[in-house]
């Protein structure tokens, strides 16, 4: 009968540590699960990447307003001033200098003021008459005492005898001397050639004796030049 007991209570006690032995792997289980699936400080830097709202810059383009046309009124103040310290031009001549002068397709405004000028007033005259006129009415938009544009001394009131009602007669453009008055305008501006009439602001025709007490500068073909 007591071994009968003692049997029984081994199978008891076996039993007994072997639910024990389950339990504790059913808890290790659900422990490493947990472990697994957040720790508190996995979970908040989750839940504070979800919450907070990520920026991206953007560079901000604010279009800049367009640049004012140059105006064309004044003269360009790289214009050359009359003077006789030139570097030495490379043409043996003022007729082999304008030969070898392009004319442009096309001219501003003040250059076909200029050109005008020598047209009207020397085209049958030398070179060299020309180029005279050429620079007084150059000379006269640096001085400060005329206009300070081509245009603006051209046009100036009763100063120029070809110019009617403000404005130029019809010009042959396709004729040689036009090409010339263009050709010689540019040797003016560029001061590529020295001036017979350095310094010159006035001139008149040979024909006519005004009384001016301006500084006689040169007589160049039909024109006498003071300044």
């Given at each position: 009968m007591s071994t009968k007991l003692r049997y029984a209570s081994a199978l008891s006690v076996a039993a007994t540590l072997?639910?024990?032995?389950?339990?504790?792997?059913g808890s290790g289980a659900a422990a490493q699960v947990y472990t697994q699936t957040a720790t508190p400080a996995a979970q908040a830097a989750a839940?504070?990447?979800?919450?907070?709202?990520s920026f991206i810059a953007q560079p901000v383009v604010q279009p800049l307003p367009d640049s004012e046309?140059?105006?064309?009124?004044?003269v360009d103040?790289?214009?050359?001033?009359?003077?006789?310290?030139?570097?030495?031009?490379?043409?043996?001549s003022l007729a082999e200098l304008v030969a070898q002068?392009?004319?442009p397709a096309t001219l501003s405004k003040q250059m076909r003021c200029l050109a005008g000028a020598i047209y009207f007033e020397s085209k049958g005259e030398t070179l060299a008459g020309q180029l005279a006129v050429g620079r007084v009415v150059i000379n006269r938009a640096v001085s400060g005492r005329f206009p300070n544009s081509y245009c603006g001394v051209v046009f100036q009131r009763s100063q120029f005898s070809f110019v009617r009602r403000g404005s130029m007669p019809h010009i042959r453009t396709s004729s040689h001397a036009w090409a010339n008055?263009?050709?010689i305008a540019q040797i003016a501006v560029d001061n590529a050639w020295t001036n017979p009439a350095k310094g010159a602001l006035f001139f008149h025709a040979t024909y006519?004796?005004?009384?001016?007490?301006?500084?006689?500068?040169a007589r160049i073909d039909n024109h006498i030049f003071y300044r």
């Open positions: 072997v639910t024990i032995l389950f339990s504790a792997e839940n504070e990447a979800t919450t907070t709202p046309a140059a105006d064309d009124s004044a103040e790289t214009v050359a001033v009359d003077t006789d310290d030139d570097d030495a031009p490379e043409a043996a002068t392009p004319v008055a263009v050709r006519v004796s005004p009384r001016w007490s301006h500084h006689r500068v």
